[in-house]
């Protein structure tokens, strides 16, 4: 089929998550043999950071802005089903143009579905809109569980199906390196992760001088005094996550406050790192047990003694044994090729219903005349 996504960011994924989903979701379409266009909004923030310009599984264009975008209409005609991802740039007005133009199934995809639906509580329609949500045929969020009964009665989708985010397991094999830090952390500033990453890394990097930690990503403000135990890496390209889990004897996974409540919203970074077979410990919300197996595939702490007793408690042999645990549910269960088939069925799903409706109005018109 041809599918076009409208999505925040292909090229770079400096200061997002999108990026990397995006790119091990759509490399397994495409291997699936199906036709991707890529339509990115050229930002100056990610045009200075682009670490993609010409994948080599769909076809990725820049546009400046909504006139420029009006260029792929004819695209938008032929697809079988076009895609629209969350935190695009005026998004509602992008959403609103697919759903006039495109001929196919649409899709709205929420990388961010808690964060979202708390917008649309505001009344915050920065990318998306109540009345948008009815017009697409399909609502693939980022969050399952509750949520999608949310989307479903609240807001009227038509039909509200989870797509978690995955990995592409060979970008992220297990590598027998020499551990830099005993415990690290990787991801984007966000002030509501901040309390608990200071609770779960930095107050044990206080307690535990001996022990070395680090915090990877961009957005910090310089004012955030880190202990000297603590590195701090600006950014980590995803061509460089694998090494950066396996420099690691675990790794931290914190978890933004509109999420927790929602639970059931498993971040790519739990993904990555398992993928790699870096033992994780994270913070506790909903669902979680249903990604991975608490106490056998995951370490849960909700406080600074629980890590510490993990980091200097915990055998080799128990530590290989989790992140060996972890690594075998990914590829049971979350890599980018079980999303892209999850995908392929949903849309299929949806394109059946058209022509079943095709069908029946066509006998309806047969039957008037």
């Excluded at 535990?208 to 680090?214: C, G, R, S, W």
């Excluded at 990604?291 to 600074?304: K, N, Y």
Aim: charged share 25%; with cysteine; aromatic share 10%.
């Amino acid at each position: 089929m041809r599918l076009v996504v409208l999505g925040l960011s292909l090229s770079s994924s400096w200061g997002n998550g999108h990026a990397t989903t995006y790119r091990s979701l759509l490399k397994a379409f495409a291997e699936r043999e199906h036709d991707i266009l890529f339509l990115e909004r050229d930002v100056p923030w990610y045009a200075d950071n682009r670490d993609l310009v010409d994948p080599d599984y769909c076809r990725l264009a820049l546009y400046e802005d909504l006139r420029a975008l009006a260029g792929y209409e004819e695209d938008i005609e032929a697809a079988d089903a076009v895609m629209v991802g969350s935190y695009v740039p005026e998004g509602v007005a992008v959403g609103e143009w697919v759903q006039r133009t495109a001929r196919g199934a649409t899709a709205f995809y929420d990388i961010d579905t808690p964060v979202t639906l708390a917008k649309l509580e505001r009344g915050d329609l920065e990318y998306l809109s109540p009345a948008l949500i009815p017009g697409y045929d399909l609502y693939l969020s980022f969050t399952g569980g509750p949520t999608l009964r949310t989307i479903l009665r609240r807001y009227g989708s038509p039909d509200a199906r989870a797509l978690y985010c995955s990995v592409d397991p060979e970008a992220y094999p297990p590598m027998d390196l020499e551990p830099r830090w005993d415990l690290s952390y990787l991801g984007t500033y966000s002030p509501d992760r901040q309390p608990t990453l200071e609770r779960l890394l930095v107050e044990p990097a206080r307690q535990a001088p001996h022990l070395k930690f680090a915090v990877a990503g961009p957005l910090y403000p310089d004012d955030i005094a880190w202990p000297v135990n603590v590195e701090r890496i600006d950014h980590v390209p995803p061509a460089d996550h694998a090494r950066f889990y396996a420099s690691s004897r675990f790794t931290l996974n914190v978890t933004r406050a509109d999420m927790i409540r929602a639970g059931y919203s498993p971040s790519v970074r739990l993904f990555e790192a398992a993928a790699a077979a870096t033992p994780i410990v994270s913070d506790e919300w909903p669902g979680l047990e249903t990604i991975f197996v608490p106490g056998r595939e995951i370490v849960v702490a909700d406080r600074p003694a629980a890590v510490l007793e993990v980091l200097t408690g915990w055998s080799e042999t128990e530590r290989r044994r989790l992140g060996s645990a972890a690594r075998e549910r990914v590829l049971a269960d979350h890599t980018a090729a079980h999303r892209a088939g999850e995908l392929e069925t949903h849309i299929a799903r949806v394109r059946s219903r058209h022509a079943t409706l095709k069908v029946a109005r066509d006998a309806q018109c047969a039957t008037a005349e």
